[in-house]
């Protein structure tokens, strides 16, 4: 069974940044691609940025040059670095990793982002 635990959401000043990590268990982590998602209230949730199992990113327009995300294969952990964060990326962000051993979509509880303006 794969657990997914994000941590480091909160509250900042619109231009504060924020460091959320998101540790893994019960998967081979390091061959599957991981994804940062977040969910505005009202609003669909929404791909942010994906990092794939040999490094490569990709970003939603909205936060390019701003986020980025990396991973440490040997501690099982995915991080998004989001930077100048504005009342817009206020939301509850979450981990997904598709699992190509079971394949299964999994996610994590979510934690919340909120940008005070």
Not at 60 to 81: C, E, H, M, P
Request: hydrophobic share 30%; glycine share 10%.
């Amino acid at each position: 069974q794969v657990q997914l635990r994000e941590s480091g959401g909160g509250l900042v000043q619109a231009g504060g940044n924020l460091r959320l990590s998101c540790a893994a268990s019960g998967s081979t982590f390091g061959d599957n691609a991981m994804d940062w998602y977040r969910q505005a209230p009202g609003k669909q949730r929404e791909l942010v940025a994906t990092i794939s199992s040999d490094g490569s990113t990709k970003y939603a327009d909205s936060v390019k040059g701003r986020f980025t995300i990396s991973r440490d294969n040997a501690q099982n952990t995915v991080y998004l670095q989001m930077n100048s964060l504005n009342a817009d990326d206020t939301a509850v962000y979450y981990c997904h990793v598709f699992d190509i051993v079971t394949m299964r979509h999994y996610w994590g509880q979510g934690t919340q982002v909120t940008v005070s303006s």
